[in-house]
T-cell receptor, first 114, second 111 residues
C-alpha cells in the first residue's frame, strides 16, 4: 500500500456526461500527477499539480481539467465524455515536482463510458 | 505518446528462472524508473537509475542503463510466482517531471 487513495474504484458513465475522480496524496507530498491508461497500453501523463497550481500538461484536450486543494488532495474532471475516455485513471503523488524521485501510485479508478 | 518500448511484450518462465526485460527510449533522459503493475491496478515503484549511473541493484532486481544505446534492462533473479505482473519502464527528461511510460512487458512465472 502506497498511502495514495483514489475514489471511486469503478465508475460507469454515459457518453456526454461529466465525471469527477478523486485522489488523496501520501502524507507530506505536495505534488500530484494524473495518468490515463488504456487497455494494453502504458500510462499517459495528463497533468501535474504542485502546491495547488497546474505545473504541466500532457497532450489532452481542455475538457480534462483538475484541481488541487490546500491539503494536497486532487480531483480530475472530464467533461463531455467520449467512448475513448474509457480507461484506468491513475493518480501519483511525490514529495517534489522534480521527477527525480519515485512516484507513489494509487490503485486507480476504472472508468467505463457507454 | 510513448517514449519507451519494452521488449519482449510478453514473457513466460518457470519459477526459479531469471527474467530479463529490455527498454529502449528515444530522447535524452534525466532518469529511468521501472514499475510493476498487478492485474491492471496501481503501479509499484521498483527502482530508479539516474542518467550518470550504469548499474543498480535492489534485492533480486538488477537494472542496467546504457545511455549511448538509449536502452535499459531489468533482470529479476530466481523468479517467483508472485513476480507475475506487467513491468513498465518510465523516463523523465532533463528539466521535465512527467513520467513517460512504455507499453510494458507482461511476465508470467509458472509455479
Amino acid at each position: 500500500e502506497t498511502g495514495v487513495t483514489q475514489s471511486p474504484t469503478h465508475l460507469i458513465k454515459t457518453r456526454g456526461q461529466q465525471v469527477t475522480l478523486r485522489c488523496s496524496s501520501q502524507s507530506g507530498h505536495n505534488t500530484v500527477s494524473w495518468y490515463q491508461q488504456a487497455l494494453g497500453q502504458g500510462p499517459q501523463f495528463i497533468f501535474q499539480y504542485y502546491r495547488e497550481e497546474e505545473n504541466g500538461r500532457g497532450n489532452f484536450p481542455p475538457r480534462f481539467s483538475g484541481l488541487q486543494f490546500p491539503n494536497y488532495s486532487s480531483e480530475l474532471n472530464v467533461n463531455a465524455l467520449e467512448l475513448d475516455d474509457s480507461a484506468l485513471y491513475l493518480c501519483a503523488s511525490s514529495q517534489y515536482a522534480t521527477g527525480e524521485e519515485e512516484a507513489f501510485f494509487g490503485q486507480g479508478t476504472r472508468l467505463t463510458v457507454v | 505518446s510513448q517514449q519507451g518500448e519494452e521488449d519482449p511484450q510478453a514473457l513466460s518462465i518457470q519459477e526459479g528462472e531469471n527474467a530479463t526485460m529490455n527498454c529502449s527510449y528515444k530522447t535524452s533522459i534525466n532518469n529511468l524508473q521501472w514499475y510493476r503493475q498487478n492485474s491492471g491496478r496501481g503501479l509499484v515503484h521498483l527502482i530508479l537509475i539516474r542518467s550518470n549511473e550504469r548499474e543498480k541493484h535492489s534485492g533480486r532486481l538488477r537494472v542496467t542503463l546504457d545511455t549511448s544505446k538509449k536502452s535499459s534492462s531489468l533482470l529479476i533473479t530466481a523468479s517467483r510466482a508472485a513476480d507475475t505482473a506487467s513491468y513498465f519502464c518510465a523516463t523523465t527528461g532533463a528539466g521535465s517531471y512527467q513520467l513517460t511510460f512504455g507499453k510494458g512487458t507482461k511476465l508470467s512465472v509458472i509455479p
